[in-house]
Nanobody, 127 residues
Framework: QVQLVESGGGLVQPGGSARLSCAATGFSLDYYDVGWFRRVPGKEREGVACVSTDGGTTPYENSVKGRFTISRDKAKKTVYLQMTNLRPEDTGVYYC????????????????????WGQGIHVNVSS
């Protein structure tokens, strides 16, 4: 079964850190640009971070630059999103996706025709 599985969300205090993981079953992430999207309450879904197949290109949405880091571990067949200095406005559902096409504006990112989506995982930044 082809599936993306996210893990690592939950409740985090403002200023804290969390790491999200995205693993694939039934196919390999190696052949895709992989990214993270989020849906924050009251806002459009937006792309957050993306990593190219070779790990050398990592575009970010402006509001997370300097706070979030995306990486991929090919040996573990996993893509990570390390989030630091989290803010309440980062609260939302985060989705892993493949075949991500980034854009200067996060709301314009999209998943290409051969891409897949994970189920989503909640991140709640609250004291």
């Amino acid at each position: 079964q082809v599936q993306l599985v996210e893990s690592g969300g939950g409740l985090v205090q403002p200023g804290g850190s969390a790491r999200l993981s995205c693993a694939a079953t039934g196919f390999s992430l190696d052949y895709y640009d992989v990214g993270w999207f989020r849906r924050v309450p009251g806002k459009e879904r937006e792309g957050v971070a993306c990593v190219s197949t070779d790990g050398g290109t990592t575009p970010y949405e402006n509001s997370v630059k300097g706070r979030f880091t995306i990486s991929r571990d090919k040996a573990k067949k996993t893509v990570y999103l390390q989030m630091t200095n989290l803010r309440p406005e980062d609260t939302g559902v985060y989705y892993c996706a493949t075949d991500v096409v980034p854009s200067p504006k996060g709301v314009d990112w999209y998943v290409g025709a051969v891409g897949s989506w994970g189920q989503g995982i909640h991140v709640n930044v609250s004291s």
